[in-house]
């Protein structure tokens, strides 16, 4: 197993393991059982999302379009009202 993409958080993980296993790349999540461990507490970084060694080169490939942490183009169905991010 290879560590394909380590994840921010939890709901982060999942939305690339279900991106991987639409491609048809299996996915093991490691760290996801260690979240639930610490309690209330928020935890970041302890997700990792790993795929067989042979199926690492598609899913980096398939990761790497997933625009990750991107904001959304403007008028698309992302952002259908075409405002974009608004700064904070």
Not at 62 to 87: I, K, M, R, Y
């Amino acid at each position: 197993m290879k560590i394909v993409y380590e994840a921010a958080h939890l709901i982060d993980a999942h939305l690339v393991r279900h991106a991987l296993e639409a491609e048809g790349i299996p996915v093991f999540l490691k760290g996801e059982a260690l979240v639930g461990g610490i309690g209330e507490l928020p935890v970041f970084g302890m997700v990792q999302v790993c795929v067989p060694d042979a199926a690492w080169p598609e899913a980096s490939a398939a990761v790497a379009a997933l625009a990750l942490n991107q904001p959304p183009e403007p008028g698309t169905a992302a952002d259908p009202s075409g405002a974009g991010w608004l700064p904070v």
